[in-house]
């Protein structure tokens, strides 16, 4: 919870909203995380509903660049092409490096609202 509030950018307007519960709940019940560390800490994590749904991939800053991101979204999407999901799906923010960041990697613009881009991944099952 701290990584993700340390974020500059797709930052939560009331982190209160996103509790401890939530976070624990998708890692036990609805899916799974995943974490990389560096330098004997939490650098980055990544978390997904079995469901297809990606909830969260975030790399503390100031450790971008490093491939962190994409090795736990390749974690991520072998993870759901495993359970058979034919398609993953997430929201960010528009004009973020996030939104870069998908678009490098083959996601696709589904949907787009006033703040915040949708994207799909068809995945080839595993």
């Not at 800490?41 to 490093?66: H, K, Q, S, T, Y």
Request: hydrophobic letters at 45%; proline letters at 3%.
């Amino acid at each position: 919870m701290e990584l993700r509030l340390s974020v500059a950018e797709n930052r939560l307007s009331d982190p209160s909203r996103v509790t401890r519960d939530i976070y624990e709940d998708y890692i036990t019940r609805r899916g799974q995380g995943w974490v990389a560390e560096l330098e004997g800490g939490i650098a980055g994590f990544c978390i997904a509903a079995a469901d297809g749904e990606v909830w969260a991939l975030f790399v503390r800053p100031g450790l971008e660049g490093r491939g962190l991101g994409q090795a736990l979204m390749a974690a991520c999407v072998d993870w759901l092409a495993g359970l058979g999901v034919g398609e993953a799906v997430l929201e960010t923010g528009a004009g973020t490096r996030a939104e870069a960041f998908y678009r490098r990697f083959g996601w696709i613009e589904a949907g787009r609202n006033r703040h915040d881009i949708t994207f799909k991944l068809p995945l080839q099952p595993g």
